[in-house]
């Protein structure tokens, strides 16, 4: 079983950068998985931000976070990042990541990101 492990988040200040990181407790990144990360906002879908593959590298899915947001991985660390700047009014939400594995999807606790203008 595989248990992403988060960490980062908060409040923070419109304009700001917050990094969020994520990784497998008790384990470590193998070289074929997916790394996927999400958000959702109260009363909103959850949306997801990109994925990032050893293989393929990193995508990002959504239009208001591109070149905004990054995702980067190191799997001799067993970490993999997500790098958030310049944080707006419309970016609160619940930020998780998730490791798809075997055909199961294992999703990490998330952690509440608030902007303050």
């Known amino acids: 079983q595989v248990q992403p492990a988060e960490s980062g988040g908060g409040v923070v200040q419109a304009g700001d950068s917050l990094t969020r990181s994520c990784s497998v407790a008790g384990g470590t990144f193998v070289g074929d998985d997916m790394v996927a990360w999400y958000r959702q906002a109260p009363g909103k879908e959850r949306e997801v931000i990109g994925t990032?593959?050893?293989?393929?590298?990193?995508?990002h899915d959504a239009d208001s976070m591109r070149c905004r947001f990054t995702i980067a991985r190191n799997d001799p660390e067993n970490s993999a990042w997500l790098h958030m700047h310049g944080l707006t009014p419309e970016d609160p939400a619940i930020y998780y990541c998730d490791i798809p594995r075997d055909s199961v999807v294992y999703w990490g606790q998330g952690t509440q990101v608030t902007v303050s203008s």
């Open positions: 990032m593959t050893c293989d393929a590298g990193s995508s």
